[in-house]
């Protein structure tokens, strides 16, 4: 009877009532009431998540707690999940569990102590098991959390931070443990705070009145700060040890710790430890190696400031200790490998300036002359007259230019003989998408494993399909489209229809009728490449094609007359009547270049007596129009472009396919739309292959965007249209000037890839993308420090020469505005001293000569600023001569 009363007390919530029982009960009959509360909490947790169902927790918290007579079971109800949010309180734990013996309670604690901190469990619970056991207190990462959190907080009582700790006997040991858990660290360590009551200063006060042993703490602070980890956590190890103030013994005695933190460790703890380092060898106690070995590190990392700190501090100690020159001007020279030039210069002119001291001959001389060999070419040859050194006469200061190889046109595989292989390939397809190679081969080979055999094809594809979200067509409750509305997600529509969980209406719909919605800038290459999707979907389902007319022979898209003769030699056969989709697709990818094997096709074509063998023959005969007329237009701070009509696209080509060649103008178009999925995109190339104008206009705004709106991912169609066929003109130029300067990255990486491939065919128009980019950075659309970013990584590939041509065009933009005298006139554009840097470095390397507009007016003004610095670089390499 008392355990159903006990279940009763536990389903109203009465936790006093279910605790008044529990005291009462015998460890049998707790035993006996478990498997009813077990089915009560499976009872609760498939209940819907509301008040009624919540009553119940906090009692059955503490009654399963205290009926579980296995530690491991009692600590696994616990730190149950489900139990999370509406536990029992840790005084009712702590009295259910009170009578129990000490070991099995110093079991349950180490259990419950041992759990992950996500687990939330209270540390009042927690420290109220230490003492009940008397076991020792736990150092797991739960814990300490937990005990920082308490001392950290006023409810224990009054008094500040440091009292508490004070009054704690489990300082030490907490202290110690938070060192040495890199978890516990992490949660802590937001809570440490300013003020004269934070943490740092109530720690590094006990540690002065002895409660915390000194000693320990330097160590453990250094150790964390050797160890790494995230920023914010060195942050708070490193403010520690400054508020423990080391003195000078203590800095002393840590000396190797400190340059292994100035050459390893994050630019806030290096810059401390360098600035620790910098005052003892002021004073002297460091010796000529070690400064040489912390020079050595520090010179290396590519923090700026703290490489300048470095050059700093050995000017300073080479003018107080001429003899250590041997021994520190090679460490010196360990910045000629910095790829800013400004580090170089300053290291070139300490290593003029004390050179002197050297020996004539000797290893010191020896090695300068081989680091010299990593300075940029103006600098290499300063160094080459100032050394003397005959090595460096044979590094050449004119390099090579380097381009990446051009892309190769991939031929297309047959479509997979087996349904099994065939399956694999959709599944990737439908899971992580793929290339235009990959996309057609899988399309033209369900259109002929369906008309072969569409069970076995059926049989094959299930395993693939199973999860996909059309697969249950029952679920979706619509009264007409069912899970394929406007759009047929690319392959997914074929795939469905194949399984005939796509509905006739549907299908029929948009083969007879089209699409409906409003004209987007997307519409002409979309609805072209939608049009052939819902055709082959709607065949498979009525007529199914032996195979599509319209795969491409290339992975461009390119089809070859002879093969689209062939295939339809093979529909005349069969009597297949094609698909008007299918066949205007093959019109627009056949090959045309070739004007005798076009002829020859084309009589084969007319030969055939059909219908699309005559327009076939007229199409490979006709002359291809030429581009559209190209308009610029501007919108905000954008550069957009229009263009004109495309008249070889229109007449007997679907409607869907006509506005392929239908003008195209910002002001008649939908800006938004629902073609937000980039994936399409390479696809939408494929379409109308050697004229990727037309797309590059129609993505222009998107591709501006992520320049303009930082916006993400819109460039990654770049360098696709950098590899298709056709005339690179103003829109892709255009594209390319936005990607350049774009907020993030991973898009201007596509941008300096479009940028390369496109010098690599001979199709980069140098002079007007550098015209391109002034002029959208005089408007306002691009950031120059962005630019200068791609522009760097463009030229780091070895693509001197193209990089100097475009910035040859650009930098006379951003240099006209600069007044001679800075406190007269405009200042800089922020960015352009980096752009001269890497154009003074592109030009050096490139061998390139002659004059830029408005360069002198910069390289003349007052100061030593950065872009003072490089113009006058620039102005000295582009002057230099050839027999230098």
């Not at 002065?208 to 703490?217: A, T």
């Not at 106690?285 to 700026?304: C, D, I, P, Y």
């Not at 910045?335 to 800013?340: S, V, W």
Request: glycine share 8%; with cysteine; charged share 25%.
């Amino acid at each position: 009877m008392s355990g159903e009363a006990l279940l009763k007390a536990v389903r109203a919530g009465s936790t006093a009532q279910a605790v008044g029982l529990l005291d009462g009960m015998t460890d049998g009959e707790r035993r006996a009431a478990l498997p009813a509360l077990k089915d009560l909490r499976k009872e609760l947790r498939a209940a819907p998540w509301n008040a009624e169902s919540r009553t119940a927790y906090p009692a059955l918290h503490a009654a399963g707690a205290a009926c579980h007579t296995g530690a491991a079971a009692a600590a696994a109800w616990i730190a149950g999940a489900d139990m999370r949010w509406s536990q029992g309180s840790p005084g009712v734990l702590l009295h259910v569990l009170g009578d129990r013996e000490s070991d099995w309670l110093a079991d349950v604690t180490h259990r419950l102590a041992a759990r992950p901190v996500a687990s939330g469990l209270p540390f009042a619970l927690l420290s109220g098991l230490v003492r009940l056991s008397g076991s020792p207190t736990p150092t797991t990462d739960a814990y300490v959390r937990g005990w920082f959190e308490n001392i950290g907080t006023g409810w224990q009582g009054t008094g500040s931070v440091a009292e508490r700790l004070r009054q704690d006997p489990d300082t030490a040991r907490m202290v110690t443990a938070f060192f040495e858990s890199p978890q516990a660290a992490g949660e802590i360590a937001w809570r440490f705070g300013d003020g004269p009551g934070s943490w740092y200063n109530a720690l590094a006060t006990v540690t002065r009145e002895g409660v915390l042993d000194r000693k320990v703490m330097m160590d453990a602070c250094v150790a964390r700060l050797l160890r790494g980890g995230p920023v914010a956590d060195q942050r708070v190890f490193l403010r520690l040890l400054t508020c423990l103030a080391p003195t000078r013994d203590e800095e002393r005695e840590r000396t190797a710790d400190w340059t292994a933190l100035a050459c390893e460790a994050t630019p806030a703890v290096a810059g401390h430890a360098q600035s620790v380092l910098a005052s003892l060898a002021l004073d002297g106690e460091l010796t000529s190696g070690q400064l040489a070995e912390l020079s050595s590190g520090v010179l290396f990392r590519t923090e700026k400031k703290l490489v300048r700190a470095q050059l700093v501090l050995l000017g300073k100690v080479l003018r107080r200790d001429p003899a250590a020159t041997e021994v520190l001007l090679p460490a010196v020279a360990q910045a000629f490998g910095q790829e800013d030039t400004d580090l170089q210069e300053r290291a070139l002119k300490l290593v003029e300036r004390h050179l002197s001291a050297l020996p004539p001959k000797g290893g010191a001389r020896d090695r300068l002359g081989e680091l010299a060999a990593d300075l940029s070419p103006g600098l290499r040859l300063r160094a080459r007259q100032l050394l003397g050194d005959e090595a460096l006469d044979s590094v050449s200061v004119v390099e090579d230019e380097i381009l990446p190889a051009v892309p190769e046109r991939p031929r297309l595989a047959a479509a997979p003989e087996s349904a099994a292989e065939l399956a694999e390939e959709v599944g990737a397809l439908l899971v992580s998408g793929g290339d235009v190679a990959a996309f057609e081969r899988a399309l033209d080979g369900l259109v002929r494993h369906a008309h072969r055999d569409r069970e076995d094809l059926v049989a094959a594809l299930d395993p693939v399909v199973a999860r996909r979200w059309w697969k249950d067509a029952a679920s979706w409750h619509s009264t007409g489209n069912g899970p394929f509305g406007l759009s047929p997600h690319g392959l997914d529509v074929v795939v469905a229809a194949v399984f005939e969980a796509v509905g006739m209406h549907t299908l029929h719909a948009a083969v007879q009728r089209g699409s409906t919605e409003a004209n987007c800038r997307h519409s002409g290459p979309a609805r072209a490449f939608e049009a052939r999707l819902w055709e082959v979907a709607y065949r498979i389902r009525t007529e199914p094609l032996p195979f599509l007319l319209a795969t491409p022979t290339w992975g461009t898209g390119l089809l070859e007359a002879d093969e689209l003769v062939a295939r339809l030699t093979e529909y005349r056969r069969l009597d297949t009547r094609p698909g008007a989709a299918d066949f205007a697709q093959a019109l627009l990818r056949v090959r045309r270049d070739d004007p005798a094997t076009a002829a020859a096709a084309a009589a084969r074509a007319r030969a055939l007596g059909s219908p699309e063998g005559y327009r076939l023959a007229q199409w490979l005969t006709s002359e291809a129009s030429p581009p559209p007329a190209i308009r610029r237009r501007t919108s905000g701070t954008r550069v957009l472009v229009e263009i004109g009509e495309l008249e070889e696209i229109q007449g007997l080509f679907p409607p869907e396919f006509r506005l392929l060649g239908r003008p195209f103008a910002l002001s008649k178009h939908r800006w938004y739309c629902r073609h937000w999925d980039t994936a399409d995109r390479q696809h939408w190339l494929a379409v109308v292959p050697g004229r990727r104008e037309l797309l590059a206009a129609r993505l222009l705004h998107d591709i501006s965007t992520v320049a303009v709106d930082e916006s993400r991912g819109g460039a990654a169609v770049l360098p696709l249209l950098a590899e298709a066929d056709g005339t690179a003109g103003e829109a892709l130029h255009l594209a390319v000037a936005y990607g350049l300067a774009a907020r993030h990255p991973e898009d201007r990486l596509a941008a300096v890839d479009a940028l390369l491939v496109l010098a690599a065919r001979g199709h980069l128009d140098a002079g007007r993308l550098g015209s391109d980019l002034g002029e959208l950075v005089e408007r306002g659309a691009l950031k120059p420090s962005r630019l200068a970013e791609s522009i760097r990584t463009a030229a780091a590939t070895g693509a001197h020469s193209t990089v100097w041509s475009v910035l040859r065009v650009l930098l006379p933009s951003l240099l006209s505005g600069l007044a001679v005298d800075p406190s007269s006139g405009a200042g800089p554009v922020r960015g352009l001293g980096d752009l001269l840097a890497v154009a003074a470095d592109c030009a050096e390397r490139s061998g390139a000569r002659g004059a830029l507009d408005h360069l002198s007016r910069a390289a003349e003004r007052r100061g030593s600023s950065r872009v003072v610095v490089q113009a006058r670089r620039l102005r000295t390499a582009l002057a230099q001569e050839d027999a230098a």
